[in-house]
T-cell receptor
Framework: EDQVTQSPEALRLQEGESSSLNCSYTVSGLRGLFWYRQDPGKGPEFLFTLYSAGEEKEKERLKATLTKKESFLHITAPKPEDSATYLCAVQFRYNFNKFYFGSGTKLNVKP | NAGVTQTPKFQVLKTGQSMTLQCAQDMNHNSMYWYRQDPGMGLRLIYYSASEGTTDKGEVPNGYNVSRLNKREFSLRLESAAPSQTSVYFC?????????????FGNGTRLTVT
């Protein structure tokens, strides 16, 4: 059973067209939820950590939010350089040494 | 600041050959990880080392072995490579034991087994 699910698998936006990516998780006892950006041929690059429902973090055009069962990555007025794959990962209290990843959302922003 | 360094960047093996993927981190992290990434399947954990001297299996350990050589280095060995092990392999590290401490990744080793 998938513990972390991301949607959509792929998203194509026009430059300036805001949207949101979703990450949902099925296991209780969240210790941390992480968002990463991955460019082609590179390793994932850390963006945010969220700990509890209601928390929000922002960085430039990106804002991450967290509820009890899902997180959203909101992209406001995206630019072509925001094109990448965005991954989320969760860490649970029952085994905080393990991180469980979703399969990612591939974002393509067209000029 | 190098972060997490993986070698080699690319490798082509024939079925049955063996090889070792090397990983080193310079952030004084306690925990280190090996993941594989395949299209549509996300990152899957092969093995991890929560601290120097310990290793544990992840989701997909079959066909792999690991060695935590010291606090900085964590290697992944394929004893007899199979085409199903064609993938991109990522090493990562984190402080360990600190709530919300993220994983830091290397840039991967792209392995093809023919």
């Amino acid at each position: 059973e998938d513990q972390v699910t991301q949607s959509p698998e792929a998203l194509r936006l026009q430059e300036g067209e805001s949207s949101s990516l979703n990450c949902s998780y099925t296991v209780s006892g969240l210790r941390g939820l992480f968002w990463y950006r991955q460019d082609p041929g590179k390793g994932p690059e850390f963006l945010f950590t969220l700990y509890s429902a209601g928390e929000e973090k922002e960085k430039e055009r990106l804002k991450a939010t967290l509820t009890k069962k899902e997180s959203f990555l909101h992209i406001t007025a995206p630019k072509p350089e925001d094109s990448a794959t965005y991954l989320c990962a969760v860490q649970f209290r029952y085994n905080f040494n393990k991180f469980y990843f979703g399969s990612g959302t591939k974002l393509n922003v067209k000029p | 600041n190098a972060g997490v360094t993986q070698t080699p960047k690319f490798q082509v093996l024939k079925t049955g050959q063996s090889m070792t993927l090397q990983c080193a981190q310079d952030m004084n992290h306690n925990s280190m990880y090996w993941y594989r990434q395949d299209p549509g399947m996300g990152l899957r954990l092969i093995y991890y080392s929560a601290s120097e001297g310990t290793t544990d299996k992840g989701e997909v350990p079959n066909g792999y072995n690991v060695s935590r050589l010291n606090k900085r280095e964590f290697s992944l060995r394929l004893e007899s490579a199979a085409p199903s092990q064609t993938s991109v392999y990522f090493c990562a590290s984190t402080e360990g034991g600190v709530p919300g401490s993220p994983l830091h990744f290397g840039n991967g080793t792209r392995l093809t087994v023919t």
